[in-house]
């Protein structure tokens, strides 16, 4: 993204990639905000993608019905929207963007980095040649080796593991989404038009290994009759899932340097939709270039990334601690089984259109105050006070 923009202003671009076309490990999830994003780059209706129509969400544990969410609901807003397409045909679309906008595309793996001149340039090395440059953007993902030298590596705590299975020949309109018992984190099955990306995502704690997780979701592919005709294909890959402190140290940019993406830790740690704030950092990082001299451009963007995207992933971190309790996990497939408002601010919420922030203030807009209550229990447990009760009793609705 970063290469198409740049490429487009007129700056000389070397895109260093080795791996094009590729398959990476990742639901392949769009949704509508990262859609918009990427419309004038990619004509996302020319490529094999499954449009989706439907959410089933199923409780925790191995009993209880899913709640089956249409996604293309006439009360929701017409931006929330979920497409999913594979990765080899998603990443090459945007590499070709960037070649035809005038960005040259350097097929080797890159050993290292230093700036030179005082930070002046930077020397990106590969295994073949040097190349000089007045900017490195490191987009090179959560093993970052622009991030591990400019920056400081992702510690375990940072770093969420996901692990499962392409499923071939399986395919679907509806995604399905399940909270796990076992540790918090969830699974889902993301449909491609001629395989289904199946996995379930947890902190890197010393208890999760990926064959952990793997066995996890063989264990739900085989309970859905999924593994009599597929080939399977495993994966695992890490996720960065950081609930940014402005105190964290984690710098995204200096001198000479940036870093976008999963190499910045920019996922959303409660859904780990990444796609579009790696497309949306890209975007800013070629604003800043275009816009300031290359001195100013990393500081300039350093600073929207902390006043804009951190906030919210601070917001998704918070809520995530709650958010795959079994308890919560069950609450939720009931409230979006009782309740069309739910629904509509969960399909608002899946397609990226309604951020954490003002989420609690919609949630309460719905009116639905025996869920409302209900999930204060299970929020704060015995903590439940008098004082809890007394604010979403009827009589007191309208200071809530
Ligand atoms: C299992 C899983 C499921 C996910 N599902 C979703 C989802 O459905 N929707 C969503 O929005 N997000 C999802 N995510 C997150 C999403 O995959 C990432 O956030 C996103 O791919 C980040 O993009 P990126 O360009 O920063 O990094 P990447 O997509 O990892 O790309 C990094 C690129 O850098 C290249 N590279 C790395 N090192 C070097 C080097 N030394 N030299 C040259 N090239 C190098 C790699 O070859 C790669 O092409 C998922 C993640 C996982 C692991």
């Given amino acids: 993204m970063a290469a198409v923009r740049l490429a487009r202003a007129g700056v000389a671009v070397s895109l260093f990639d080795p791996t094009h076309p590729r398959e990476k490990p990742c639901g392949g999830g769009l949704t509508g905000r990262a859609l918009a994003l990427v419309s ?24 209880g019905a899913a709640a089956a969410v249409p996604l293309i609901d006439r009360g929701a807003t017409p931006a929330s929207s979920l497409v999913v397409l594979s990765r080899a045909v998603f990443d090459r679309a945007l590499v070709d963007a960037a070649l035809h906008a005038g960005a040259r595309l350097i097929a080797e793996k890159v050993t290292g980095v230093r700036l030179i001149d005082s930070g002046a340039s930077a020397l990106v090395s590969t295994n073949r040649t040097e190349h000089q440059a007045t900017v490195v953007l490191g987009a090179d993902g959560a093993n970052s080796l622009v991030r591990k030298t400019f920056s400081v590596p992702f510690s375990r705590q940072q770093l969420s593991v996901a692990a499962g299975f392409f499923v ?39 208890r999760t290994t990926s064959t952990d997780l793997r066995q996890q979701s063989r264990a739900w592919i085989r309970s859905h009759d999924l593994d009599r005709d597929g080939r399977l294909e495993p994966y695992a890959w890490p996720i960065p899932s ?63 990334l902390d006043a804009e995207i951190r906030p919210e992933l601070v917001r998704a971190a918070a809520l995530g601690a709650m958010f795959f309790t079994p308890a919560f996990s069950s609450l939720l497939v009931d409230a979006l089984q009782e309740s069309q408002a739910i629904r509509r601010v969960f399909v608002d919420l899946v397609g990226g259109v309604q951020p954490y922030r003002g989420l609690r203030r919609r949630l309460l807009g ?6 409302a209550g209900r999930a204060m229990r299970v929020a704060i447990g015995p903590r439940f006070t008098s004082t809890m009760k007394r604010a979403i009793s009827p009589r007191h609705q309208g200071t809530v």
């Fill in 366 to 371: 719905t009116r639905q105050w025996a869920l």
């Fill in 168 to 206: 071939h020949g399986a395919t679907s309109t509806a995604i399905d989404i399940k909270s796990m018992m076992r540790q918090p984190g969830y699974l889902w099955s993301f449909p491609r038009p001629d395989h289904l990306a199946i996995g379930i995502c947890a902190p890197a704690t010393e």
């Fill in 242 to 304: 950081i609930g940014y402190k402005s105190s964290d140290g984690n710098r995204s940019a200096g001198r000479g340097w940036m870093l976008l993406g999963d190499a910045a830790g920019l996922v959303d740690p409660l859904t780990r939709e990444g796609i579009y704030y790696a497309l949306l950092s890209g975007q800013w990082a070629a604003d800043a270039l275009t816009s300031r001299s290359p001195a100013d451009a990393p500081l300039a963007y350093q600073r929207r």
């Fill in 40 to 63: 004038d780059v990619v004509d996302i209706a020319a490529l094999p993608a499954v449009v989706v129509k439907s959410a089933n969400v199923e409780p925790p544990g191995p009993h």
